[in-house]
């Protein structure tokens, strides 16, 4: 079993950045394929970025080119770097990681992004 812990979320302005990093403990990520997700208010949880085990990236539309996912192997946590924020991605954010047959999610941690 995986637990992933994460940290980061919080209130910044528009154009601001923000960090989220989400710690797993329980096994090593190294052969798990990562993912961040967000559910903003009322909404459906959406994929916003992913990196299979190999460090292949895909992202969302909507963060491409803002959002960038990173994983640090030797400190067993996986990052989500944001920059340009706008008021649409405030949105709970989840990290969640994954190998054939298994799945875990992280608690999800609140950013907000108001003036």
């Known amino acids: 079993q995986v637990q992933l812990v994460e940290s980061g979320g919080g209130l910044v302005q528009p154009g601001g950045s923000l960090r989220l990093s989400c710690v797993a403990s329980?096994?090593?990520?190294?052969?798990?394929?990562m993912a961040w997700y967000r559910q903003g208010p009322g909404k459906q949880r959406n994929l916003v970025a992913s990196?299979?085990?190999?460090?292949?990236?895909n992202y969302a539309d909507f963060v491409k080119g803002r959002f960038t996912i990173s994983r640090d192997n030797a400190k067993n946590t996986m990052y989500l770097q944001m920059s340009s924020l706008k008021p649409e991605d405030t949105a709970v954010y989840y990290c969640?990681?994954?190998?054939?047959?298994?799945?875990?999610w992280g608690q999800g941690t609140q950013v907000t992004v108001s003036s």
């Open positions: 969640y990681a994954n190998r054939p047959g298994y799945g875990y």
């Open positions: 329980g096994s090593n990520l190294q052969m798990y394929a």
């Open positions: 990196m299979s085990s190999g460090g292949s990236t």
